[in-house]
Structures are given as C-alpha cells and as structure tokens.
C-alpha cells in the first residue's frame, strides 16, 4: 500500500543542520497530512512537525524557528530540515504518513532515522 523510506540521519555537531527526507511509495489514497516524531532514549515518541495536503504546517514548540517542514509532491517526499541543533534533538525521527481511502484513514511509518547531536 504505502511505504516511507527515510533518509538523511547522522551525528553532527551542536549548531549544525541536517535535512531528513521520507519517500512515499505511490498510491491510490489520498494524502492528508505527513509529519515527523521522535523518541529519545527514556522518553515517549513526542510530535515534532507536521504538514498538510494544502500545506498548513504545525510545529511542537521545542523546534519552532529551527525545524522546517516541507513536501515535494511531484516526488512523493516530505523533508524536514533542521537547523541550529541541539544534544536535546538526539533522537530517533519517524516519518508519519496519514491517508485516506475508502471512507476511512490510514497510518504508515517510516523506519526511523537516528540524528545525534554531540555535545
């Protein structure tokens, strides 16, 4: 039905950036809303952004001003772009995909991406 590759993780250093991509596979549903979570070692899987299919984005207040999220819809991939990171940002980031499809909704996840962040 649909997965999400991501790609982009790493280490880096405080202050530095990455940018994750998660490719969609193609499908018959339609896309709602894609997003990005997180869950550090001892912690709940926590939201850190989202964007719809018309492009709202929400951001958790931990990475407002330095998490970008976007999509490219020609290539089925949604990024997130993270800037000025922090060792608080140490984590594993899941792609979220949210569909719809024959009168119901459906949820697909990546397999995770670990970004370090050193101190």
């Known amino acids: 039905q649909v997965q999400l590759v991501e790609s982009g993780g790493g280490l880096v250093q405080a202050g530095g950036s990455l940018n994750l991509s998660c490719e969609a596979s193609?499908?018959?549903?339609?896309?709602?809303?894609m997003g990005w979570y997180r869950q550090a070692p001892g912690k709940q899987r926590e939201f850190v952004a989202s964007?719809?299919?018309?492009?709202?984005?929400n951001y958790a207040d931990s990475v407002k001003g330095r998490f970008t999220i976007s999509r490219d819809k020609a290539k089925n991939t949604a990024y997130l772009q993270m800037n000025n990171l922090k060792p608080d940002d140490t984590a594993v980031y899941y792609c979220?995909?949210?569909?719809?499809?024959?009168?119901?909704?459906?949820?697909?996840w990546g397999q995770g991406s670990q970004v370090t962040v050193s101190t």
């Open positions: 979220n995909g949210q569909y719809s499809g024959f009168g119901r909704n459906y949820d697909y």
């Open positions: 964007i719809t299919s018309t492009s709202s984005t």
């Open positions: 193609r499908t018959i549903f339609s896309l709602r809303a």
